[in-house]
């Protein structure tokens, strides 16, 4: 996995690592004023960060939540389990409901707003009921430079963003991870499922499961960074450049096939152009030239 790293991961390159480090000490401080905190883990390596942080800084006073949900995948949820292991953090699952929502079903360009505010409205009433005093999410500095309805649901709900705050780069945040021993500091991205869904076709459970069965297929595979877009029975298919060529081998294409021909996917296209992060927001952004990007 490491050998990769460096093709799939936005490498520190140039990176000032004494200011990174100030920044860590600016993180650790901000934290520690706080009289207790509730993190929004989803297991990648901001929250992952984030929450490591927070146990530092705070101890017993913090506690990590992550929301189990139909778009949250059985092997986000393995990961979660392993990094809480590794790091030693406080942790607990709780459940949201965002499906109950037609406007989150509608998946229009919104929909991580909906998704987001049914977080922080659960994780809203779990603070006052536990008496916490205040929650917060993993959004770093670079986020802002993308398509993120659900940075308005998290401002409207008086979440706090620290790593945000402290100005930390995604590059900052996976090397301080990676000093700081934490195995999340290369986990490659991971959007919730739902993100695999073209904006304006429903979410529904189904087309959940069939995207994490399809994905469970690729990780069988051996494939590290990677989508399965779902387009109703076709599957378009994103992997990371780095191991792209080795998904056009005749074998491994011919077995990605067939296995998620079992999944419901009679037909599939591997993209020549390989992963991209966002590229159904590119989509709709091309169609619709009006549309403002959120921070």
């Known amino acids: 996995m490491a050998h990769l790293a460096k093709n799939r991961l936005d490498t ?17 401080a901000r934290l520690a004023a706080l009289d207790s905190l509730l993190v929004a883990l989803s ?24 929301a189990l949900s139909a778009s949250f995948s059985a092997h986000d949820r393995r990961q979660v389990e392993s990094f809480v292991r590794h790091a ?78 402290a100005e930390m780069s995604k590059a900052e945040i996976r090397e301080l991870s990676r000093v700081a021993g934490l195995p999340t500091w290369d986990r490659p991205a991971s959007a919730c499922l739902a993100s695999r869904i ?22 069988e595979l051996g494939f590290l960074q990677f989508r399965v877009r779902y387009y109703g029975a076709h599957a378009r298919v994103e992997i990371d450049r780095a191991e792209l060529a080795r998904a056009f081998q005749p074998d491994i294409l011919r077995a990605m096939e067939e296995r998620l021909a079992r999944v419901g996917f009679s037909s599939v296209t591997v993209d020549p152009d390989g992963y991209r992060q966002g590229s159904l927001t590119q989509e709709l952004l091309s169609h619709n030239s009006s549309l403002q990007i959120e921070d």
């Open 88 to 165: 030693g953090v406080r942790h607990e699952f709780i459940q949201t409901e965002e499906l109950e929502n037609p406007l989150y079903v509608a998946n229009n360009s919104d929909r991580c707003y909906f998704c987001k505010a049914e977080l922080f409205t659960v994780l809203g009433r779990l603070a006052q009921r536990r008496g916490f005093a205040a929650l917060a999410y993993g959004i770093n500095a670079d986020d802002t430079l993308d398509f993120r309805p659900g940075h308005r649901a998290a401002s409207e709900h008086k979440v706090l963003a620290p790593l945000l705050e």
């Open 198 to 219: 073209p904006y304006g076709t429903s979410v529904t459970r189904e087309t959940l499961a069939q995207v994490e069965a399809g994905e469970a297929v690729l990780r």
């Open 43 to 66: 297991g990648g390596a901001d929250s992952a960060y984030l929450s490591w942080s927070a146990h530092r800084a705070l101890g017993e006073r913090a506690l990590s939540i992550t």
């Open 12 to 28: 520190p390159g140039a990176l000032d690592l004494s200011r990174a480090a100030e920044k860590q000490q600016a993180l650790l």
